[in-house]
């Protein structure tokens, strides 16, 4: 199915279904995607590289957000929060943690009551400038899709090394100061079942959520076209229960249908 790409470093404000009003920051190349998974339901399309020389500086992103941020002041905009999102992952610019030194003074500057987030993979954590630069900001978003290799690598299909305990033992290292993201979907894969939702997946992925503990829980289905063709969206009602068994683990939950 057709899908889409960011094709400027900052972009919006759009009102996102998660955080509000989001001003978009994409650290990749506009013209493809590039990460470390290559997920079925992603809406960026299938993954073109981990890797790209076409990355924009730190420099360039610095000004293309004040550019943005003082347009936004002169015409009088709201703004909740700054997401790195983008076509791929974030944290894989070499110059990550600098642009989110640069990001929080501009923010300080211009919108001091807006969040900063960053929605992550969680594949770059092994790296400590990565995670000192995601302790910085307000809202660290994780993804953990399922408590099963087997089903992120069909889900997700990781492009690197992966190793579910590993991720787990690096998650829990935040103490809480993180948000973990979770889509739940069910269907087919090249003529392959795939289900995080079963009782199974449910149970087990709780169990780690329960050891990492973090601040909130994201709770959300597809909602828009896939690269993947055979994926079915839950409903809000079934969202909304696996976010009440989060819940009983005293653990906050933001339901997105």
Known sequence: MSTFLFDSIVFGPVRSRRLGASLGMNLLPPDRKVCSFNCVYC??????????????SRGQVQAALEYKLKKMI???EGLD????AGNGEPTLHPDFSGIIDDTIELRNTYFPNADIAVLSNATMLHRPDVVAA???????????????????NALNQPLIRFDLKNLVDRLMAFEGKLIIQS???????????????TPAEISAWLKLVDQIRPSEVMIYTIARDTPANDLKKLSEEELNGIAQKVEMLGIATQVSA
């Open 134 to 152: 995601l302790k910085r900001v307000d809202k660290n978003i994780l993804k953990l899709d399922s408590a099963f290799e087997a089903t992120i």
């Open 74 to 76: 002169s015409g009088g």
């Open 43 to 56: 809406e960026c399309g299938w993954t073109d590289s981990i890797d790209s020389d076409m990355l924009p």
């Open 183 to 197: 889509l739940f979907v069910r269907g087919s894969i090249n003529g392959i079942p795939v289900d995080n939702t």
């Open 81 to 84: 929060v700054i997401t790195f």
